[in-house]
């Protein structure tokens, strides 16, 4: 975005040191962590596993120690005695004596039913009420955990023989929180027993809450925004008590803390210091690469000359830079001189291009400056161009563009190349008679060119339009400028200047291709043949028609053939037109060979299309692909109508495209013969099959003697190189007599038909029989 402020290279670095710094210092952190943590967890594990073997030896002592005084009490023959006879209180005696001989808090006699027969300090409802008891007794010598009335014992239970097994005997000491701690200082770790809600013995504070495994489990020691377990507990599950050893992790973690803290506090001095020295490494560096910044801005605004002498760089690399940057400014200040001259200029000739004179002229328009935009073209260069080569065509035009330069005798006047062979002159109209030096640059420029040894004369026409009567812009100026040299052109005139109105007719014309171009896309739906007839003046029958294009617009109605056929050779539609026509010509001989009706349709090629190499392999791939050939015949009924022009205008394309359709039996048919360049010695060259003579000759043939000997003695010349004679332009019955007279092949015209749709051919020939007037 343009709003967003840019960071600066010394900020940059300065980030990119202190980011590192941070990044190390997580690394340090995580790889203490991990390996403090890794540690710790062996040391804990290591005393978790001393603390249950010590744990294990300590029950262990103490159950050897009430192993042995039971043992004392049941082989003393005056107890067994007693057991056996169920003296309960000569028992209750020797176990309150025995028991404070041996320091036992709990001495209890039961039977084999598991019924307390004698027992000190405790109820026997208590006793008895006691699942666990079972198993001490049933595995005698083992020791267990026992809750009682609110209070923890561990005790021992020994069977009684008299001399069969009559009782046992169990002997337990008190577990209280002086155990406890003695187990704590023993093992190292934190000793905390749970058995029912009211026995509950830890050898932490006393003054902990009632939820003590809840504490143990989720006790948490801080770390700045997060929270580390207190405790690492492990448990040792007896049957009615729960052990928990617990290690205290608070030591561990004050360790790990005073170390993180102590690295927190080197990574913030080492980044003062970073920073302090990355900002001093920066400002040497950027101050010359900022210096560097501004002459490139400079540059970019066509300001190369920035500084005459090399400033003083610290660095090497930056010297080096400079010299870069100085080299870079004159060789970018050098092509950009050559490349605005080439944007500007045309190269072959050296005068101003299009893109040139378009500005050049805008600017005369915004200043309101009147001159005249003349158009010249070279209507003959191709031709020297294709006879004597490009080479010699590019040095004719380089002695064209150095003659028509000598014109501009003001310095708000200039030429430039407009195209291939269109050049453009802006003229001051205030400086003497405009139509009078453009005759004098006609004259000028028409004169011979001596290029290599050979001479070349150019026609030329000229196009001109006026600012601002014709406009004010060098788009306007120029189309109408254009308009008046296609008048010039068309009408064989050196000059014309641009009238009014005319641009409408050219926009015209404009949109007629374009919706010609549209037409032919859709298939041709605004289009359609008309066909007029051909009789053969011999058997007096109609054997062909010519087929005619016609154009109803659904705005401008009736489009004139000669307009929009004219418009399609100069759009490059004319191919997609013939092709069009062909395809309508070959569906429409279908429907009249399927009717029954025999006819040959001629149609109209225009040069354009005839001089295209592939012309006549698409008009036989269109054959081919059509169902119109009737069977038997030796030839397809089809002819072609060409002006010699058309033949003529690349006659080496044209001659084989005229082979390769009569060998697949199409006629080829001279058009209009008479009129344009006819000759003698083309007709006797040209391998076609007739000769249809221009209307302009027909017309009035029964009225002009001079027409008549003209179009006899061009019969007898046809007849004598074996070519047939169509007269068109037939109007009345006395030409019509004439033709016969003269012996004249076929003829059409208006006498014997008008051009009319195919539907109403179909009408015609069925009443052609009953004609009584030809």
């Not at 809450?209 to 405790?231: E, K, N, Y």
């Not at 210096?291 to 080096?320: C, N």
């Not at 330069?405 to 003229?427: N, S, W």
Request: one cysteine or more; proline letters at 3%.
């Amino acid at each position: 975005m343009s709003g967003a402020k840019h960071k600066t290279l010394a900020d940059i670095v300065m980030l990119f040191a202190i980011a590192l710094l941070i990044v190390a210092t997580l690394m340090i952190q995580l790889a203490t962590w991990r390996s403090a943590d890794n540690f710790n967890k062996v040391q804990i594990q290591k005393k978790i596993d001393q603390a249950h073997h010590v744990y294990h030896q300590y029950i262990e002592s103490r159950n050897a120690t009430l192993s042995a005084a039971s043992r004392v009490l049941i082989n003393d023959f005056g107890f067994r005695q007693a057991v056996m006879t169920a003296d309960a209180d000569t028992l209750a005696s020797m176990l309150e004596n025995h028991g404070q001989r041996i320091g036992a808090d709990l001495m209890v006699i039961v039977d084999l039913q598991g019924e307390v027969v004698a027992s000190t300090a405790i109820h026997e409802n208590a006793i008895s009420g006691a699942a666990s008891l079972r198993n001490a007794y049933q595995k005698p010598g083992n020791e267990i955990l026992l809750p009682l009335s609110g209070n923890l014992y561990q005790i021992v239970a020994l069977p009684v023989y008299a001399p069969r097994l009559v009782a046992y005997s169990l002997v337990g000491f008190r577990v209280d929180r002086t155990s406890v701690l003695e187990l704590q200082r023993l093992t190292g770790l934190e000793i905390s027993l749970f058995a029912d809600p009211e026995v509950r013995l830890t050898s932490l504070s006393e003054e902990l809450p009632v939820g003590l495994r809840q504490f143990l489990a989720s006790s948490t020691s801080p770390l700045f925004f997060w929270q580390r377990p207190r405790f690492h507990n492990s448990t040792l599950d007896d049957e009615a008590v729960q052990i928990w050893l617990s290690f205290d992790l608070a030591e561990i973690y004050d360790e790990y803390d005073n170390l993180m803290w102590k690295i927190i506090v080197v990574t913030l001095l080492i980044l003062l210091f970073s920073a302090l020295a990355s900002k001093y490494f920066a400002r040497t560096m950027t101050q010359p690469l900022q210096f560097l910044a501004d002459w490139a801005s400079a540059m970019s605004r066509g300001q190369y000359k920035l500084v005459e002498t090399e400033p003083k760089f610290r660095i090497h690399e930056l010297s080096s830079l400079f010299s870069s940057f100085r080299s870079m400014a004159w060789e970018i200040s050098h092509r950009e001189d050559e490349i605005r001259y080439r944007a500007e200029h045309d190269m072959q000739t050296g005068l101003l291009n299009r893109l040139a004179a378009f500005e050049l002229m805008d600017s005369y328009a915004d200043k309101q400056s009147s001159f005249a935009l003349v158009m010249i073209s070279l209507t003959n260069f191709r031709d020297f161009n294709d006879r004597f080569g490009p080479g010699f065509g590019d040095d004719c035009l380089k002695h064209f563009s150095e003659r028509l330069t000598t014109f501009c005798t003001q310095t708000d006047e200039f030429v430039a190349r407009y195209d291939g062979i269109q050049f453009i002159a802006v003229l001051n109209t205030s400086s003497e008679d405009l139509r009078s030096r453009i005759d004098v640059m006609h004259h000028t420029l028409s004169k011979p060119y001596f290029v290599s040894g050979l001479q070349a004369r150019f026609k030329l026409s000229f196009g001109c339009a006026l600012c601002p009567e014709d406009g004010i812009s060098a788009e306007v100026l120029l189309r109408r400028a254009t308009i008046a040299l296609e008048n010039a052109r068309r009408h064989g005139l050196p000059l014309k200047f641009y009238q009014q109105g005319n641009d409408e007719a050219y926009l015209r014309r404009l949109r007629l291709v374009d919706e010609l171009g549209q037409v032919l896309e859709r298939g041709g739906d605004q289009l359609y043949l008309v066909y007029q007839p051909k009789m053969d003046l011999v058997s007096n029958k109609v054997m062909a028609v010519e087929a005619l294009t016609r154009w109803q617009h659904p705005e401008e109605g009736f489009i004139s053939p000669d307009l929009f056929i004219e418009l399609a050779e100069q759009s490059g539609l004319i191919n997609r037109l013939t092709d069009w026509v062909f395809e309508t010509v070959f569906v429409q001989l279908q429907t009249w060979q399927q009717a029954g009706i025999d006819l040959e349709v001629a149609v109209n090629v225009a040069a354009t299309s005839f001089s295209s190499p592939d012309f006549s392999y698409r008009l036989l791939n269109q054959l081919a692909a059509s169902t119109q050939s009737r069977e038997g015949s030796q030839r397809a009924p089809l002819s072609l109508e060409l002006t010699e022009r058309d033949i003529l205008s690349n006659k080496e394309i044209g001659l084989v495209n005229i082979d390769r359709l009569r060998n697949n039996g199409i006629k080829v048919a001279i058009d209009d013969y008479g009129l344009g360049e006819s000759s003698l010695s083309q007709l006797k060259s040209l391998p076609v099959d007739e000769l249809k003579l221009d209307k302009s000759f027909i017309l009035n043939l029964d009225s002009s003697v001079r027409d008549q000997m003209i179009v006899k003695s061009t019969i007898q010349l046809a007849h004598d190189l074996n070519l047939k004679v169509v007269a068109e332009g037939v109007e009345n019955k006395a030409s019509l007599a004439l033709l016969r007279a003269m012996g004249c092949d076929s003829i059409q015209g208006y006498y014997l038909c008008k051009p009319i749709v195919a539907d109403e051919i179909t009408r015609w020939m069925e009443q052609y029989a009953y004609l009584d007037h030809l």
